[in-house]
């Protein structure tokens, strides 16, 4: 079972790569995140943990910006740049 740490560190690796590859921002979907870190779409993922874990991480003071947010809920819709 994935961690709030597993999806940290995979939110984390992904910023980096794109550091690494010239990008200005990085738009991070909660569905791809899950995807990396744990079992989804299957039986032991953890949308919920993976949606507070991105919403922790933004950062308004540094321009993060949530371009799509779930009507209810948290969902693999989520997605902050």
Do not use: W
């Not at 790569?17 to 909660?30: D, P, Y």
């Not at 943990?49 to 948290?74: F, H, N, T, W, Y």
């Amino acid at each position: 079972m994935p961690t709030r740490e597993d999806f940290r560190m995979e939110l984390h690796r992904m910023m980096n790569e794109a550091i690494h590859q010239g990008k200005a921002t990085v738009e991070v979907n909660a569905g791809e995140l899950d995807k990396r870190v744990g079992d989804y779409p299957g039986p032991s993922y953890r949308m919920a943990m993976c949606c507070g874990v991105m919403r922790s991480a933004a950062a308004s003071d540094a321009g993060d910006v949530i371009l799509k947010e779930p009507k209810i809920g948290q969902d693999e819709t989520l997605t902050i740049r």
